[in-house]
């Protein structure tokens, strides 16, 4: 349905972020993501944590910022359909809610949801769910 190989949620994004790390540079070079517009949200929501905890100056910043977001594709989250969404609020439930918009785009670009959340992916996968796969998994192929 698309080209996007991977769905990545606001904690992926946190983590790279804080870390500058060149391997989060690598992978968002390597493989094609996509997210939910809201992660834009979550990310205002949680500015201060990640602007203090960054090991960035604030041209590194800039300039990390501008090479992650060019290779992630955005979806307007408004436009994800109801029986995906629907799905994953019932996947969500019982492990973490706060996820289901990103679980509702992987089910809807039938594409993996990459995560740090190892309680997210654990109950995922308890209820049959395969669309995810841990960040470390995809680190430890580049």
């Not at 996968?125 to 995810?132: G, L």
């Amino acid at each position: 349905m698309t080209n996007f190989e991977y769905v990545v949620d606001a904690n992926v994004i946190f983590s790279s972020l804080i870390s500058g790390k060149a391997i989060y540079k690598k992978l968002f070079e390597h493989y094609k993501f996509c997210s939910v517009d809201t992660l834009f949200l979550e990310l205002d929501k949680h500015k201060e944590i990640v602007l203090t905890k960054t090991k960035l100056d604030e041209a590194q910043k800039v300039a990390y910022s501008l090479e992650l977001f060019k290779n992630i594709a955005f979806f307007p989250a408004i436009f994800l359909p109801k029986e995906s969404i629907d799905k994953s609020k019932i996947l969500c439930k019982t492990v973490d809610i706060d996820y289901f918009l990103y679980i509702a785009l992987a089910i809807t670009i039938d594409k993996p949801l990459a995560t740090r959340d190892v309680k997210l992916y654990d109950g995922l996968r308890k209820q049959k769910f395969k669309n995810i796969v841990l960040l470390q998994d995809l680190l430890d192929t580049l």
